[in-house]
């Protein structure tokens, strides 16, 4: 099973709304719902941002949003802080009943 | 509240196993099902596998099957992560990862609460 694909990095400016990519192919992002992102800083553990392609967990900020379309799916980090600067992983479960994470994308707020 | 407190870092060498523990609290234990998640340094998440707490049925990563086993004891609400024959690119920092759903109200491969994390290092 690859691994997704992400872009390596993303960046804007504070305020500013950045989407990045998780593609995968149609026997895991596009077969399932069940797409995740998540949130990592720098010698942290990950954090759930993102469920079910477009649910966010109790706590997490509604500037951040998902979306699908296809065999790629997407996150949206709109009126970007500071505190978002971070690694971001998507996640989806696949046709073999094992679940893929792609590489990750580095977030930078310039 | 939900706590999932891992064992400490480890130092191996190739050939060796390790063994990784996930003690869990603030919750009933076979409600939830775990994975593990590697991260080796400086690099991505990597999914090795899924064990139902409730049933102790399994699933691996294809290319560690063989050399991973995933175990609970449900009277201490540990879950645990065995390698054996390890290499030096298995060194990276081991996760467990506890499943956003419980066993009775589905699977949506999403995890909410994370361990702290183990460091096992192989090397000569």
């Known amino acids: 099973q690859s691994a997704l694909t992400q872009p390596a990095s993303v960046s804007g400016s504070p305020g500013q709304s950045i989407t990045f990519s998780c593609t995968g192919t149609s026997a895991d992002v596009g077969g399932y719902h069940y797409v995740s992102w998540y949130q990592q800083h720098p010698g942290k553990v990950p954090k759930l941002m993102i469920y079910?392609?477009?649910n966010r967990p109790s706590g997490v900020s509604n500037r951040f949003s998902g979306s699908k379309s296809g065999n790629t799916a997407s996150l949206t980090i709109s009126g970007l802080q500071a505190e978002d600067e971070a690694d971001y992983y998507c996640s989806s479960y696949t046709t073999s009943s094992t679940l893929v994470f792609g590489g990750g994308t580095r977030v930078t707020v310039l | 509240q939900v706590q999932l407190v891992q064992s400490g870092a480890e130092m191996k060498k190739p050939g060796a196993s390790v063994k990784v523990s996930c003690k869990a609290s603030?919750?009933?234990?076979?409600?939830?099902?775990f994975s593990w998640v590697r991260q080796a340094p400086g690099q991505g998440l990597e999914w090795m596998g899924w064990i139902n707490t409730y049933n102790g049925n399994t699933n691996y990563v294809q290319k560690l099957q063989g050399r991973v086993t995933l175990t609970t004891d449900t009277s201490t609400s540990t879950a645990y992560m065995e390698l054996r024959s390890l290499r030096s690119d298995d060194t990276a920092v081991y996760y467990c990862?506890?499943?956003?759903?419980?066993?009775?109200?589905?699977?949506?491969?999403?995890?909410?609460?994370w361990g702290q994390g183990a460091l096992v290092t192989v090397s000569s």
């Open positions: 603030g919750y009933n234990f076979t409600s939830y099902a």
């Open positions: 990862a506890r499943d956003r759903l419980s066993v009775y109200s589905g699977y949506d491969a999403s995890f909410d609460y």
């Open positions: 079910e392609v477009n």
